[in-house]
T-cell receptor, first 110, second 114 residues
Framework: GDSVTQMEGPVTLSEEAFLTINCTYTATGYPSLFWYVQYPGEGLQLLLKATKADDKGSNKGFEATYRKETTSFHLEKGSVQVSDSAVYFCALHTGNQFYFGTGTSLTVIP | DVKVTQSSRYLVKRTGEKVFLECVQDMDHENMFWYRQDPGLGLRLIYFSYDVKMKEKGDIPEGYSVSREKKERFSLILESASTNQTSMYLC?????????????FGPGTRLLVL
C-alpha cells in the first residue's frame, strides 16, 4: 500500500547549519507530496508542497523537490535558525487518502 | 485564513467515561478528519468525513465514533474511554482538490485517561 518513510530523529543542529530531512514514499498513483511543520504546543501547518514530478516546493527558506525516479521528497534548508526547532512531517495525498510519516524532531541550538 | 478550533487543549477523564471532542472550521470545507498523534507513530487517521452526515473509517476506528450534523462541525466520541486512548487528538479540514489538498489542522487536544 501507499506509505511515507522519513528519517528518524531527533536531529540537533547548530544555528546556521545545513539541514536535510529525508523522505521517501511508496505510491501506486501520482501523489501530491507535502511537508508539514508542528511547532511546540501547536497543530500541524503546511510548510510546502509539490503536486507533480520535478516540482520544487519552497517556503521560509525550506525547499523540497519531488523526485519520481527516486520516490523522494527530501526537505532542505541552507541555514537553520533557532526558530526552526519543531517536528517536521512528510505526507502524501493520493486519491482520497492521506499518509503521514512519523515525524522528525529538529532542535537548533544557538 | 482558515481557522480550525478544537473545544479543549487539555482534557483529563476517567476510564469508562464517554468523551466528546469537538472540532469547528470556518472555511466551509467539505472534508474533515480526526487523527491521533503518538510518539514514534506519527499521525494515524481515526475517521474522516466528506460531507454532512457522511463518515468513513480510517486506520484505527476501534473505540471511537464520529458525528457530523453540520458542515462546520465534526465531533469525535470515545464511547468508553480507556487508558490506551491517552493521546494527542488532531482535527483537520480541507477543500476537495483532486489529490492536491492542503489539510488545515487545529491546535490539538491532549487527552489523559486515568
Amino acid at each position: 500500500g501507499d506509505s511515507v518513510t522519513q528519517m528518524e530523529g531527533p536531529v540537533t543542529l547548530s544555528e546556521e547549519a545545513f539541514l536535510t530531512i529525508n523522505c521517501t514514499y511508496t505510491a501506486t498513483g501520482y501523489p501530491s507530496l507535502f511537508w508539514y511543520v508542528q511547532y511546540p504546543g501547536e497543530g500541524l501547518q503546511l510548510l510546502l508542497k509539490a503536486t507533480k514530478a520535478d516540482d520544487k516546493g519552497s517556503n521560509k527558506g525550506f525547499e523540497a523537490t519531488y523526485r519520481k525516479e527516486t520516490t523522494s521528497f527530501h526537505l532542505e534548508k541552507g541555514s537553520v535558525q533557532v526558530s526552526d526547532s519543531a517536528v517536521y512531517f512528510c505526507a502524501l495525498h493520493t486519491g482520497n487518502q492521506f499518509y503521514f510519516g512519523t515525524g522528525t524532531s529538529l532542535t537548533v541550538i544557538p | 485564513d482558515v481557522k480550525v478550533t478544537q473545544s479543549s487543549r487539555y482534557l483529563v477523564k476517567r476510564t469508562g467515561e464517554k468523551v466528546f471532542l469537538e472540532c469547528v472550521q470556518d472555511m466551509d470545507h467539505e472534508n474533515m478528519f480526526w487523527y491521533r498523534q503518538d510518539p514514534g507513530l506519527g499521525l494515524r487517521l481515526i475517521y474522516f468525513s466528506y460531507d454532512v452526515k457522511m463518515k468513513e473509517k480510517g486506520d484505527i476506528p476501534e473505540g471511537y465514533s464520529v458525528s457530523r450534523e453540520k458542515k462546520e462541525r465534526f465531533s469525535l466520541i470515545l464511547e468508553s474511554a480507556s487508558t490506551n486512548q491517552t493521546s494527542m487528538y488532531l482535527c483537520a479540514s480541507s477543500f476537495p482538490g483532486q489529490g492536491q489538498e492542503t489539510q488545515y489542522f487545529g491546535p490539538g487536544t491532549r487527552l489523559l485517561v486515568l
